[in-house]
């Protein structure tokens, strides 16, 4: 079983910075890929971004230049700064950890843009 922890979510004005952690526990493999999805209301979950434990990163169009997802692989921590905010990235944000055919999912945390 894997866990998954955020923090970071809250109420930020467009152009504005957030960065977002997510740590995980349990019976991680070697092989795994971490990332971010969200949802906002009414929408399907989308993936924002991902990083295998191999280092190879993946993102959403809509984030490219904007967003940047790291890790601390001895914390087993990945983040995800969120810079030049905008309120189409309202959303609930969760963390996900995929390893073999088993997929896990964090609580959720929400990022809401707005003046």
């Known amino acids: 079983q894997v866990q998954l922890v955020e923090s970071g979510g809250g109420l930020v004005q467009p152009g504005g910075s957030l960065r977002l952690s997510c740590v995980a526990s349990?019976?991680?493999?070697?092989?795994?890929?971490m990332g971010w999805y969200r949802q906002a209301p009414g929408k399907q979950r989308e993936l924002v971004a991902s990083?295998?434990?191999?280092?190879?990163?993946n993102y959403a169009d809509s984030v490219k230049g904007r967003f940047t997802i790291s890790r601390d692989t001895t914390k087993l921590t990945v983040y995800l700064q969120m810079n030049s905010l905008k309120p189409e990235d309202t959303a609930a944000y969760y963390c996900?950890?995929?390893?073999?055919?088993?997929?896990?999912w964090g609580q959720g945390t929400q990022v809401t843009v707005s003046s």
């Open positions: 349990g019976s991680i493999f070697s092989s795994y890929t």
């Open positions: 990083i295998s434990s191999g280092g190879r990163l």
């Open positions: 996900h950890l995929g390893q073999k055919s088993w997929n896990y």
